[in-house]
């Protein structure tokens, strides 16, 4: 199994009561639908979870994990991020992607010149950023992940096609 068969699905974000409930981050695009994914594990793979939604609750959900009866327990794991094989998610839709698929790609301006190499992608509400680095670059640069901006994305040749706004990249 490679990472990329691995796809992060959610985080703990701490305990939720006193009955060794957890709180839980779902980053799926139906956030219930993070119970539907079987057992959940950590990214090393040595732990595995099944978790049951309890509610509702502020940015997420309380859920019992499989093996965590306390709030220390559940305090404890404040941080992990809970990974679902790929084979249990559904197909996307040919203009959406998983996060993890577009890490590593190259990116290319329209005319064929690499700007990078995408290092993470962020999404911090108000749509996702590709965040890239490459040669002639200082820091990291924050490309916005839109249709106008990155119209292409080619997961067979590895890499995407970029129109960055003028004076987001150096030169250009």
């Known amino acids: 199994m490679t990472d990329k068969d691995l796809i992060c699905v959610a985080a703990i974000a701490g ?4 009955r060794g409930e957890a709180r839980l981050k779902s980053f799926c695009a139906i956030p219930e639908d993070v119970a539907n994914y079987g057992a959940l594990t950590s990214e090393d793979g040595a732990k595995s979870y099944t978790l049951t939604i309890t509610r509702k609750v502020k940015n997420g959900f309380s859920a019992r994990l499989s093996g965590v009866n306390t709030k220390e327990e559940a305090d404890a794991l404040k941080g992990l991020r809970l990974y679902a094989d790929r084979s ?3 197909d996307l839709p040919d203009d959406e992607f998983y996060h993890t698929d577009l890490i590593g790609l ?11 190499k995408i290092r993470a ?3 911090h509400g108000a749509g996702d950023l590709l965040e890239v680095f490459g040669p002639g670059l200082k820091s990291t640069v924050l490309l916005p992940f839109t249709r106008e901006i990155v119209p292409t994305v080619d997961l067979t040749t590895g890499r995407v096609i970029a129109d960055p706004p003028e004076g987001l990249f150096p030169d250009d």
């Open 15 to 18: 305990s939720y009561g006193v």
């Open 88 to 90: 249990v998610l559904p």
């Open 121 to 123: 992608v962020h999404d």
């Open 106 to 116: 190259e990116v290319l301006d329209t005319g064929g010149i690499s700007l990078g």
